[in-house]
Structure formats: structure tokens, C-alpha cells
């Protein structure tokens, strides 16, 4: 896999620094500038002298350091110098191995100079399964942690092991988040209740088929993640009346339930129900007066409760990828949705024939589903940001019909609509109305270069122009027109140079392009004209078939990124690249 080539920034003004795999003996000449370093990322040096680099960054206030994948078998003590630390990153990795032997670094080894550092705030030893007692001997003395994470091996699924960590995070008395990963059976975190500062906690296990009942003792818990192949969910959830975020995933059960005590929930905002096969949602849904976002991911959901219109404060409402075949009409109560996704639903015949009364709804998406037609009052929305694909013009959604009228949406800032036939296509007219459109992506059949451009060379406010989707034949002067555009994305396929050249000309006339992304699997070189762009300051020409640049690209010194991966170009050729820009990220 490629490595991104990060950019040496050394100046007293950044607080972090990315030295990442580069396989460094010793710190790069101008780190010693760095006076503001706080976060230093040093995965994949394992030639460091790592005794040498701590008395270095004892210097700094360092509070993150990274220094997984450097093949550490054992921390040095003078690691305990980075008093102002709060959090380290390693690993026990074991596919890091050299010449046969494993290279890792064990939990009874960690801890000892871990709990050295008075300021360490996050702690993560889940990857250290098989020396969970340890945990409970060292996590006393780590008084400061604020956010702790630890996995529970399947030799000691009983819960005596779990109670001692958890015993031993009693002196953390700031500790905010916990994550515990593993196979927990029903009673094995009994005595949650003494962790009273804990406010989010998360419970992952892929043969967890219980949810513990000690979590339902932290009674000031705000934010819950159950990731688990549990059947229901305890009706003790009633006793969270603090849980103002609740997030259940992964649950591949198809006899999984929700109890109607999750309605007893009257501080929750934001519920998730994501990857489950969840048939259906109990009626006191709508009793969840304070919800204000639900997402829900289900396989086997076919519909919604209808009382999910008494839901007033909801604002954004997420079926992306269920099965629905319907949406209730009470729907269209929502007083207070923003955004409604039912995208990915491939059974969704209709639209509610009333949904132009959700007079607050700005986002729509409804790309790949069975809708034929729009209701009459779809045009009484006052979108903002519209997303519609039709895999077939003749059995779904008409999107000429649509582009006919979309001009009726004054307010529309994004339009995404695709076609995925060959039937030829012309972009109205009336699209020129939209004076706030910011954002177009269009893929639509057989399109005239000069007609399509013709009407998009007037969208004075558009910003960002997606047409990578569609391989066009020529590039007119009406492209040139487009004053406000920031970022373009397009294909060439297999077209000449010569249309290159025509594009990369034409772009160089656009004073506010900062962006383009360029798929052209026909070249084998870019034009000389790419060093016209002079004012770019992202190129993309992620796998194509390149196997030169020209040398013109040297005079790009705006440059922050140029992504080079996936194709053929010499090393040599990068290495000139990265010489002549010194201050852009290469990738390639």
C-alpha cells in the first residue's frame, strides 16, 4: 500500500507534528523549532533510539504520543519524564514480527511506567487480553484517567476478574468514558454503580447474547453503545433517565426486541439502531418527546410505528439501507424535520402524498428506491440539498420529469441526480434559476457537451461540479464562465491529449479552482497545460494508467496535495516532484 508523504512543518506555531513510517534513526533537523509540540505521531520508526528520544522530548509538552508499529518489546523509564503526557498510543502487535521472533510489548511492562505519568488522561489496553489481572494492581494509582479502555479475554468470562478492574477505577474519580470489549455474561459488571462519574460507556462482544444489568446502575449515564447479538434489552434501561444518546449496532439477532420501557427515555436526543435485523419498533417510540435524531439501519424493519409523528422535536430522520415498503403519513407531522434519508430503501413505492407540509425540511435523499412518482405537493418543500437516483428512466423515477421542475426549489444549494441508462439527456433551461445552487453532480445518459455546459456556465453561485460520471467529448468556452467554482471532479476516459489540454486551459481561467480530481484512463502522460494551474491547490490523479508527469508541474508551488497513487510513474519522477515542492504532500 502507498505511504502518504507527510510534510516536515517544523515552525513554533504547530502543536502537532506527523513523522509517521518513516523508518527515522534519529528526529529530522528543524525539530528542535517546534516549541508548541503537543501531539507527535511516530508509527513505524522502530530504528528510533527511543532512551535518546524521551530525554529529547522531556523538553516539550508533549500530550499524545503515538508510537505504534515501532516493534517495542519495553518502554524506557525515562519515559516518565513527559510529565505533561495523557496519552500514549502502542501495541502488542504480533504480525510485526523480525526474523522469527515476536516483537511486542506486554501490559507488565507498560503499566509500571504508566503509572508514572501523572497527567495521563486515556488509557487503551485492549489489546491485552490475556493480563487483565494485571489491571487491577496498577489502575489504582492512575487517579487522572479520564478515559479508559480494556477487553475481557473468553478464559475469563467470569465476572470476579471484570469486578476487580472495575474495583480498581474507583480512585479514578475524573473518568468520563469507558469502553470494555469482550464476552460479557449477563451478571459480570454487577457494582457498575460505584463508577458514579461515568458518563459514556461503551459494551462490545460479538457472543454477548445478554446486556449486563450492572450498566443500568449508572444512573448518570448521558451516552450508551451496545455492540452485541443480544435478544432484547432489559426493561431496567427505564432507570438511564440522564441517557441523552443511545446507540445500538451490529446486533445480527433477527428476534431482537426493543422494550416499550425505552419510551420511559425523556432525555434522549440521539438514538441509533445500526447493522440489525429488527423487525419492528414499539409504539412508545413516540414518547421520546426530547428526540431529536433517529437513525435506524435495520435489514428486517418493514415499517415504522405510526406514533413516530408525535415525535415534534425531531430533526433528522436516517432509514438510509432498511427494507421499508411504506412511510406512515404521520410522517409529515415532524413540525421540526430538517433532513429525511430513505435512501437504499428498494421497496419504497411513494412518497407521502402530504409530505410538501414539512415545512422545515431542507435535505431530502431518496436515491435507489421504487419511487415512481412525486406527489403533487413535493414541490411545496423548500429544499436545500437534493439527492435522487434512478437505475432505469423507464421503471423508476423520471429524472427528466424532475429536472423539469427542480428550478421551483428557489433555495436548492445541492443537486446530485443520476441516470444510469444511455438515453440521451438534455439539462433545462430552467436550471439557471437556481441562483444559490452550490454544489451539482449530474450523470445522466447521452448529454450535448456545448448544451450541458451552455446551462451550467450560468450557475454563478456553483462552487462544486461533479461530473466524473460522464465522459465528455469536448470542453467549451462557456466553462470558463464559472467564476465561483472551487472544486471539480471529471473523466476523460480515453480521450486525446488534446482534449486534456483543451480542459486543463480552460480550468486555468477559473480564479477561485482550488480543486480537481481527474480520472483519465486513457493517458499515459499529462498535457504540459497542467502547469497552468497555477492557483490549484489539490490535484488528484489517483489510479489512472500515468507513467509520466511533465516537468511543467514544478511551477505548481501552490500545491498542498498531489495524489499520485495507483499508477506507473517512476520513483525517480516523485522524488523531482517532492524536491521542487517542498511543501506539498505527495502521494505516490
Known amino acids: 500500500c ?44 522502530p530504528r528510533l533510539d527511543f532512551v535518546a528520544l524521551f530525554d529529547i522530548l522531556a523538553d516539550y509538552k508533549i500530550k499524545k504520543l503515538d ?75 492512575m487517579k487522572g484517567l479520564e478515559t479508559f479502555k480494556f477487553a475481557v479475554g473468553k478464559y475469563c468470562k467470569e465476572a470476579g476478574k471484570v469486578k476487580n478492574v472495575i474495583d480498581g477505577l474507583a480512585n479514578a474519580t475524573k473518568l468520563k468514558e469507558l469502553f470494555i470489549i469482550g464476552d460479557l455474561d449477563e451478571d459480570t459488571l454487577d457494582g457498575m454503580g460505584a463508577l458514579s462519574t461515568i458518563r459514556k460507556l461503551t459494551v462490545s462482544g460479538a457472543y454477548m447474547t445478554y446486556v449486563p444489568i450492572g450498566i443500568f446502575e449508572l444512573a448518570d449515564l448521558e451516552a450508551l453503545t451496545l455492540h452485541a447479538n443480544f435478544k432484547t434489552i432489559p426493561i431496567e434501561i427505564k432507570k438511564l433517565k440522564k441517557l441523552s444518546k443511545l446507540r445500538i449496532e451490529g446486533n445480527q439477532n433477527p428476534r431482537l426486541t426493543l422494550p416499550n420501557e425505552i ?41 415504522l410505528p405510526r406514533t413516530i409523528g408525535k415525535l415534534k422535536a425531531l430533526e433528522v430522520l436516517d432509514l438510509h439501507g432498511s427494507k ?45 428506491t421504487a419511487i415512481k412518482e412525486l406527489p403533487d405537493s413535493f414541490f411545496n418543500l423548500d429544499l436545500r440539498d437534493l439527492e435522487v437516483y ?18 421551483r426549489f428557489k433555495n436548492l444549494e445541492r443537486l446530485s441526480a443520476k441516470r444510469f441508462d444511455k438515453q440521451k439527456f438534455e439539462l433545462p433551461a430552467t436550471v439557471t ?12 445518459g447521452q448529454m450535448d457537451d456545448l448544451q450541458v455546459f451552455g446551462v451550467i456556465g450560468q450557475l454563478e453561485s456553483l462552487e462544486h461540479l461533479n461530473i466524473a460520471f460522464y465522459e465528455f467529448q469536448t470542453f467549451p468556452k462557456a466553462m470558463e464562465e464559472l467564476k465561483s467554482l472551487k472544486e471539480i471532479s471529471v473523466d476523460l476516459g480515453r480521450l486525446s491529449p488534446k482534449t486534456g489540454s483543451e480542459l486543463f486551459t480552460r480550468l486555468a481561467k477559473l480564479p477561485s479552482l482550488k480543486k480537481v480530481d481527474c480520472k483519465w484512463k486513457g493517458a499515459k502522460s499529462l498535457p504540459k497545460e497542467i502547469g497552468l494551474l497555477r492557483n490549484v491547490s489539490e490535484l488528484d490523479f489517483f489510479q489512472n494508467q500515468l507513467k509520466d508527469v511533465p516537468d511543467t508541474i514544478f511551477e505548481l508551488t501552490q500545491l498542498s496535495l498531489l495524489d499520485l497513487r495507483a499508477n506507473s510513474i517512476p520513483t525517480g519522477k516523485i522524488k523531482a516532484i517532492k524536491k521542487a515542492l517542498p511543501d506539498c504532500e505527495v502521494l505516490g
Open 2 to 45: 502507498a505511504i502518504r508523504n507527510k510534510v516536515d512543518t517544523f515552525s513554533p506555531l504547530n502543536t502537532s507534528l506527523d513523522l509517521s513510517f518513516r523508518n527515522l534513526k534519529k528526529l529530522p533537523r528543524g525539530f528542535e523549532k517546534m516549541s508548541n509540540l503537543e501531539e507527535l505521531d511516530l508509527r513505524g520508526n
Open 67 to 141: 508510537l505504534r508499529f515501532c516493534k517495542l518489546t519495553k518502554l524506557p523509564a525515562n519515559l516518565a519524564k513527559l510529565v505533561t503526557l495523557e496519552e500514549l498510543v502502542c501495541d502488542n502487535d504480533r504480525h510485526f514480527a523480525h526474523r522469527g521472533k515476536e516483537n511486542t510489548l506486554e501490559l507488565n511492562d507498560l503499566l509500571p511506567v504508566l503509572a508514572n505519568l501523572p497527567n495521563l488522561r486515556r488509557l487503551d489496553v485492549s489489546k491485552y487480553r490475556k493480563m487483565i489481572d494485571l489491571l487491577s494492581e496498577w489502575l489504582p494509582s
Open 263 to 303: 419510551g420511559e427515555l425523556t432525555a434522549l436526543e440521539d438514538f441509533e439502531l445500526l447493522s440489525t435485523w429488527t423487525t419492528s419498533l414499539p409504539d412508545s417510540l413516540g414518547q421520546l418527546a426530547a428526540l431529536k435524531r433517529l437513525k435506524i439501519r435495520s435489514e428486517g424493519l418493514k415499517e
Open 324 to 368: 421499508l415498503a411504506a412511510l406512515p403519513d404521520e410522517i409529515v407531522e415532524l413540525a421540526s424535520l430538517r433532513v429525511l434519508d430513505v435512501a437504499d430503501n428498494y421497496n419504497l413505492p411513494a412518497l407521502p402524498k402530504t409530505i410538501g407540509q414539512l415545512s422545515k425540511l431542507e435535505k431530502l435523499n431518496i436515491r435507489y
Open 390 to 407: 434512478s437505475p432505469h428512466e423507464d421503471k423508476y423515477l423520471s429524472i427528466d420529469e424532475l429536472m423539469s421542475q427542480v428550478h
Open 433 to 444: 434559476e437556481l441562483k444559490s445552487l452550490k454544489s451539482l453532480e449530474i450523470c445522466v
